[in-house]
């Protein structure tokens, strides 16, 4: 089924949006409400290598409908975009979409957060090319996702590079400058549970530095296709490869970990090497290898909606649990 989209004209939908969550004021930045193309899934049509690792079974997306009324009669969520979004520590517009689930301004209730960060040589329109609004709009529709709002930050050219605190870098975006400013504007859960992060190649080993080195601000994050270079020089406080080794503060948080690729992409050796350096160490995580798939949209069209069943799991899908916006987070 096709959804509708509420779509309005900048600064107005975001204070519309937002009226049911007072006190909070949203602070508007450039808000441009853009409308998102229709979705058809392109099947891959990369034949299946041979390959000496066996891989893992794809699995079902936990995504079992809920018999609970849906509390609005809202079709579809709400794409914002803003474009004006200068990053004070880079000196760089570092631009982001954002995703409201149906019925965020009429429930007047704080929602879990997702955070995206697109691959290397794309945009943060990435997340739209693959289908993510329509993906969350039929399964939160359904019942059978949590509704929840995505974060879509642009990586610009500092996402591009090796750089980290105290110098300049894309943590500090993340981190310091964007989080606050989406926790004072959306009614968002602003505790650990209700954070997540994620990101497809160069996006995904953002993710996993950023959550590695901060989880307790982020319970979970996910890495599609993540690549983690081996041997880069990284510093140690920095590379995924190297924080793994260091199993207590891993372990202790309880840090939420998803790790997949197709057996024939070229990031796959990266995390299968972080994923047996978790297994050596009994840290729990979900690795999941398809049987064909490379390094592209095709593969990452094909299993997006498995990649967000999976950060879905823990928070609730019943809008009622969720809690109000009129209260600080908890």
């Known amino acids: 089924m096709r959804m509708a989209y509420f779509l309005a004209s900048g600064a107005a939908l975001l204070a519309a949006t937002l009226s049911a969550c ?8 450039a808000v441009v409400v853009t409308s998102i193309p229709t979705f058809t899934p392109i099947p891959t049509v990369t034949p299946t290598p041979t390959v000496t690792r066996t891989p893992l079974p794809s699995p079902t997306p ?3 409908p809920t018999p609970t009324p849906f509390p609005c009669e809202e079709t579809g969520g709400q794409l914002l975009e803003f474009r004006d979004n200068p990053s004070p520590s880079t000196n760089e517009n570092i631009r982001y979409l954002v995703y409201l689930p149906p ?19 794309y945009r943060e329109q ?9 993906i969350l709009n039929e399964a939160i529709l359904a019942g059978r996702s949590a509704p929840f709002v995505v974060v879509m930050p642009f990586l610009g050219s500092i996402g591009g590079q090796d750089r980290f605190p105290p110098n300049p870098s894309y943590e500090t975006v993340i981190v310091d400058e964007l989080r606050p400013q989406i926790e004072s504007t959306f009614c968002t859960i602003n505790t650990a549970q209700g954070r997540a992060i994620g990101g497809i190649s160069r996006g995904g080993f953002w993710a996993y530095s950023i959550a590695m ?8 994050v996910g890495g599609f296709s993540a690549y983690f270079p081996a041997n880069a020089g990284l510093p140690p406080a920095n590379d995924p490869l190297e ?14 970990m998803y790790l997949a690729n197709g057996a024939a992409d070229s990031s796959g050796p990266s995390q299968q ?20 798939g490379e390094h592209n949209n095709d593969y990452w069209r094909a299993h997006l909606a498995e990649f967000l069943a999976w950060f879905s799991q823990p928070w609730t899908r019943e809008y009622s649990l969720l809690p109000s916006c009129a209260e600080p987070s908890p």
Do not use: K
Not at 103 to 121: D, E, K, N, Q, T
Not at 243 to 256: A, D, I, Q
């Open 22 to 29: 007072e006190p909070f004021q949203p602070r508007v930045v």
């Open 62 to 64: 936990d995504w079992t």
């Open 103 to 121: 019925c965020y301004g009429s429930s007047a209730r704080r929602f879990p957060v997702l955070y995206l960060i697109h691959g290397m040589s």
């Open 126 to 134: 990435q997340w739209l090319d693959l289908g993510l609004p329509n």
């Open 213 to 220: 080195r901060h989880n307790n601000l982020f319970g979970q």
């Open 243 to 256: 924080l793994v080794l260091n199993e207590t503060p891993l372990r202790e948080s309880g840090l939420r």
């Open 273 to 292: 090497l972080f994923s047996a350096r978790l297994s050596a160490r009994g840290i729990q995580h979900t690795y999941v290898v398809h049987p064909s």
